[in-house]
């Protein structure tokens, strides 16, 4: 009984403390998630005036509602996705509610394909990343299929589709053996992104030189400079002859024009003349007076 | 009192004493800085005297003064004699200021004599010299210099075609999304690189290749680490590399670290970097004639021959060296005083260290050229 007697009390103090509290403390309720940009409501208990306060990436905002009546938030009203708090304030009492605004519907795809100029016949040489967003840019991070396409005139399409991850998809593909522009082109449902990408000749296979009397010259002249898959190795690039006789040695920087590079040395008998682009050596000449 | 009007006295009587001594005897070495190692002579009472004064005017700019005292002015005129000294078509020597000069008798008589003066001349790329063996004439009761001219030639007037080829860049605009596809660096290679100790410092020699299909602005960046990978200290390749590299162009590069032994360092951590640049595949320059001069004076000599119609105002000549196993010892440059004109040689020489020059088996000589006529 004793026992009993000194319960009873504190018991009957903590359940009238509770029920001041819940006759004070402001009620609403709100959805855990919401579509950005979608309308929602929140329906709160109660009388009398109240204010809410709404705290989120996009900002924060303060509206006077009535408890007792709905709380309703018009489409396009909160677009940032993210993580909201809701805070009903009465008096000095408050009440908070967390709730997650997420992305809408796919809208637009970020599409990043790098790089820009690729030498031809490179596995995973070119990477296309894909960033899906909604109308309002923000990320969509639940899981979409996003199918990369690189197509080229001289190569048959390759395509693949990939999931995204956190909003993310991306994949490596090959270049083609011919050098052309590719189209790169990155879809989820009808969005649609594209890059081009400029497949370029590789290395030179060969330099072959030719030599010819020219007055007191000698007229040099390449051959159409190739890579080892038949690409004509573009304009502008550097061919370095190079023309030896004796102690003595005499270099000209020539740029291919219209596939060839040409140019006009002394002509001396016993030169040894060479062509070079880059690394790669072409073949040499033993100038014997046109002979 | 008394001591007071003697001290008075004592300074008025200095200061006369010295005006009259400014006056008949005036301080010469502060005329100008640029001859105070000259000797100077007022009158040309010596061939040496003649010689000081009209390196002196050239000093001055008073080239009418320098081209009054010559010998044989029939020969040319005052403003070819003015263009012999300051050069044409905006060459180095152009925006060039004699910072000073040496002069040696080689021979004399009573009548004659024979004097090489070297002329020191400072530009915006440093100091340049300039060797000219000067004949003096005695005429009379002076001596008169025969100033050897030497005249640009001129180029015929013609029409040299050209393919014309160059690349204009497109960059990303403001408005693009970030996701939109911007026009990529060129790719670059380190295709060489060996440190050096020289002199008591280091210096990072190396090979850049440019593996892109478009033009690149390279530059190359060096830090050096101790053996606990401290950095010791960073540097960049400055002038001593060609900057615009077209596709498949190679060009030397030197990153001197002064005050820093090579047995500091641990490693060398090299940064490329390359822009994406308009360029111009021309004008093409022929490098003919190189061959390597031995001690005393040793050096890459050679000409530079302009192939295409378009006036090079200033080129640069870099020199990469290698030794009989075919590393690379030794990167220098120079840059010709003179303009190159179309089809017209011109010399250059680069000066190679003594102990570098008796290690050398070959070499590679590359040039780069400013255009004012370009960016017009």
Same mark, same amino acid.
């Given at each position: 009984?004793?026992?009993?007697?000194?319960?009873?009390?504190?018991?009957?103090?903590?359940?009238?403390?509770?029920?001041?509290?819940?006759?004070?403390?402001?009620?609403?309720?709100?959805?855990?998630?919401?579509?950005?940009?979608?309308?929602?409501?929140?329906?709160?208990?109660?009388?009398?005036?109240?204010?809410?306060?709404?705290?989120?990436?996009?900002?924060?905002? *303060?509206?006077?509602?009535?408890?007792?009546?709905?709380?309703?938030?018009?489409?396009?009203?909160?677009?940032?996705?993210?993580?909201?708090?809701?805070?009903?304030?009465?008096?000095?009492?408050?009440?908070?509610?967390?709730?997650?605004?997420?992305?809408?519907?796919?809208?637009?795809?970020?599409?990043?394909?790098?790089?820009?100029?690729?030498?031809?016949?490179?596995?995973?040489?070119?990477?296309?990343?894909?960033? @899906?967003?909604?109308?309002?840019?923000?990320?969509?991070?639940?899981?979409?299929?996003?199918?990369?396409?690189?197509?080229?005139?001289?190569?048959?399409?390759?395509?693949?589709?990939?999931?995204?991850?956190?909003?993310?998809?991306?994949?490596?593909?090959?270049?083609?053996?011919?050098?052309?522009?590719?189209?790169?082109?990155?879809?989820?449902?009808?969005?649609?992104?594209?890059?081009?990408?400029?497949?370029?000749?590789?290395?030179?296979?060969? @330099?072959?030189?030719?030599?010819?009397?020219?007055?007191?010259?000698?007229?040099?002249?390449?051959?159409?400079?190739?890579?080892?898959?038949?690409?004509?190795?573009?304009?502008?690039?550097?061919?370095?002859?190079?023309?030896?006789?004796?102690?003595?040695?005499?270099?000209?920087?020539?740029?291919?024009?219209?596939?060839?590079?040409?140019?006009?040395?002394?002509?001396?008998?016993?030169?040894?003349?060479?062509?070079?682009?880059?690394?790669?050596?072409?073949?040499?000449?033993?100038?014997?007076?046109?002979? | 009192?008394?001591?007071?009007?003697?001290?008075?006295?004592?300074?008025?009587?200095?200061?006369?004493?010295?005006?009259?001594?400014?006056?008949?005897?005036?301080?010469?070495?502060?005329?100008?800085?640029?001859?105070?190692?000259?000797?100077?002579?007022?009158?040309?009472?010596?061939?040496?005297?003649?010689?000081?004064? @009209?390196?002196?005017?050239?000093?001055?700019?008073?080239?009418?003064?320098?081209?009054?005292?010559?010998?044989?002015?029939?020969?040319?005129?005052?403003?070819?004699?003015?263009?012999?000294?300051?050069?044409?078509?905006?060459?180095?020597?152009?925006?060039?200021?004699?910072?000073?000069?040496?002069?040696?008798?080689?021979?004399?008589?009573?009548?004659?004599?024979?004097?090489?003066?070297?002329?020191?001349?400072?530009?915006? @790329?440093?100091?340049?010299?300039?060797?000219?063996?000067?004949?003096?004439?005695?005429?009379?009761?002076?001596?008169?210099?025969?100033?050897?001219?030497?005249?640009?030639?001129?180029?015929?007037?013609?029409?040299?075609?050209?393919?014309?080829?160059?690349?204009?860049?497109?960059? *990303?605009?403001?408005?693009?999304?970030?996701?939109?596809?911007?026009?990529?660096?060129?790719?670059?290679?380190?295709?060489?690189?060996?440190?050096?100790?020289?002199?008591?410092?280091?210096?990072?020699?190396?090979?850049?290749?440019?593996?892109?299909?478009?033009?690149?602005?390279?530059?190359?960046?060096?830090?050096?680490?101790?053996?606990?990978?401290?950095?010791?200290?960073?540097?960049?390749?400055?002038?001593?590399?060609?900057?615009?590299?077209?596709?498949?162009?190679?060009?030397?590069?030197?990153?001197?670290?002064?005050?820093?032994?090579?047995?500091?360092?641990?490693?060398?951590?090299?940064?490329?970097?390359?822009?994406?640049?308009?360029?111009?595949?021309?004008?093409?320059?022929?490098?003919?004639?190189?061959?390597?001069?031995?001690?005393?004076?040793?050096?890459?000599?050679?000409?530079?021959?302009? =192939?295409?119609?378009?006036?090079?105002?200033?080129?640069?000549?870099?020199?990469?060296?290698?030794?009989?196993?075919?590393?690379?010892?030794?990167?220098?440059?120079?840059?010709?005083?003179?303009?190159?004109?179309? =089809?017209?040689?011109?010399?250059?020489?680069?000066?190679?260290?003594?102990?570098?020059?008796?290690?050398?088996?070959?070499?590679?000589?590359?040039?780069?050229?400013?255009?004012?006529?370009?960016?017009?």
């Amino acid at each position: 009984m004793k026992r009993g007697i000194t319960f009873w009390p504190g018991l009957l103090a903590w359940l009238a403390i509770t029920q001041f509290a819940l006759a004070q403390s402001p009620e609403f309720r709100l959805p855990e998630r919401v579509k950005a940009g979608s309308s929602f409501s929140a329906p709160t208990a109660g009388s009398g005036p109240a204010i809410l306060y709404i705290a989120g990436p996009g900002g924060a905002f *303060r509206r006077h509602v009535r408890l007792g009546e709905t709380i309703s938030f018009a489409a396009g009203e909160i677009t940032r996705a993210g993580h909201y708090l809701a805070v009903l304030v009465v008096g000095s009492f408050a009440e908070t509610k967390p709730f997650d605004v997420v992305a809408a519907q796919p809208a637009a795809l970020s599409f990043l394909a790098k790089p820009s100029r690729v030498p031809v016949n490179q596995n995973d040489g070119i990477s296309g990343v894909a960033y @899906v967003f909604d109308v309002f840019h923000n990320i969509v991070l639940e899981p979409q299929q996003v199918s990369f396409v690189l197509s080229a005139t001289s190569a048959s399409p390759q395509s693949r589709t990939v999931s995204t991850g956190n909003g993310v998809a991306w994949i490596r593909m090959n270049s083609a053996a011919k050098a052309g522009p590719a189209q790169f082109e990155a879809s989820l449902g009808n969005i649609r992104e594209r890059r081009v990408v400029q497949q370029v000749a590789g290395e030179p296979c060969t @330099v072959r030189l030719s030599a010819h009397e020219s007055g007191p010259k000698i007229r040099l002249e390449t051959e159409p400079v190739h890579d080892c898959s038949g690409n004509a190795v573009p304009d502008g690039t550097i061919v370095t002859f190079t023309e030896t006789y004796g102690d003595n040695q005499a270099t000209v920087d020539v740029p291919l024009k219209r596939g060839i590079a040409q140019t006009e040395m002394p002509a001396r008998r016993g030169a040894l003349i060479s062509a070079a682009i880059g690394v790669v050596m072409g073949n040499e000449i033993r100038w014997n007076g046109g002979q | 009192m008394k001591s007071g009007r003697g001290l008075a006295l004592l300074v008025a009587t200095a200061t006369i004493a010295l005006v009259v001594a400014g006056t008949l005897w005036p301080n010469l070495a502060a005329t100008s800085a640029w001859d105070a190692r000259a000797r100077i002579a007022g009158f040309s009472s010596s061939s040496q005297s003649a010689v000081n004064n @009209v390196l002196q005017a050239i000093g001055r700019h008073d080239w009418q003064g320098a081209y009054a005292s010559l010998a044989n002015k029939e020969e040319f005129s005052e403003p070819e004699f003015e263009r012999d000294l300051t050069g044409s078509y905006g060459s180095l020597r152009s925006y060039a200021n004699l910072d000073g000069f040496d002069i040696k008798p080689l021979r004399a008589s009573a009548d004659d004599a024979q004097i090489r003066a070297r002329l020191r001349w400072s530009s915006v @790329v440093g100091t340049f010299q300039d060797s000219r063996d000067l004949r003096v004439i005695r005429s009379g009761d002076r001596w008169k210099v025969v100033w050897p001219i030497v005249k640009e030639p001129r180029v015929p007037p013609q029409v040299i075609p050209v393919n014309y080829l160059r690349w204009d860049v497109i960059y *990303r605009g403001p408005q693009d999304d970030w996701g939109a596809q911007d026009v990529e660096s060129p790719h670059v290679r380190i295709v060489a690189m060996h440190p050096v100790d020289h002199g008591g410092e280091v210096a990072v020699l190396g090979e850049l290749l440019n593996e892109d299909i478009v033009p690149a602005f390279v530059t190359v960046k060096a830090t050096l680490l101790a053996s606990n990978g401290a950095a010791i200290g960073d540097e960049d390749s400055f002038d001593k590399i060609c900057h615009v590299l077209l596709p498949k162009q190679v060009t030397p590069f030197r990153i001197d670290f002064p005050k820093v032994r090579l047995a500091q360092v641990g490693s060398v951590r090299i940064q490329p970097s390359s822009a994406l640049v308009p360029a111009s595949a021309d004008p093409v320059i022929e490098i003919q004639s190189q061959r390597l001069s031995p001690l005393p004076d040793p050096s890459l000599r050679g000409e530079l021959v302009n =192939q295409s119609g378009q006036v090079v105002n200033v080129a640069h000549v870099i020199g990469t060296f290698y030794d009989h196993r075919g590393q690379i010892i030794w990167v220098a440059d120079q840059y010709p005083d003179r303009a190159l004109l179309p =089809q017209t040689p011109v010399p250059f020489s680069i000066p190679l260290p003594a102990d570098v020059s008796t290690k050398v088996g070959t070499f590679r000589a590359v040039v780069s050229t400013y255009s004012a006529s370009r960016f017009q």
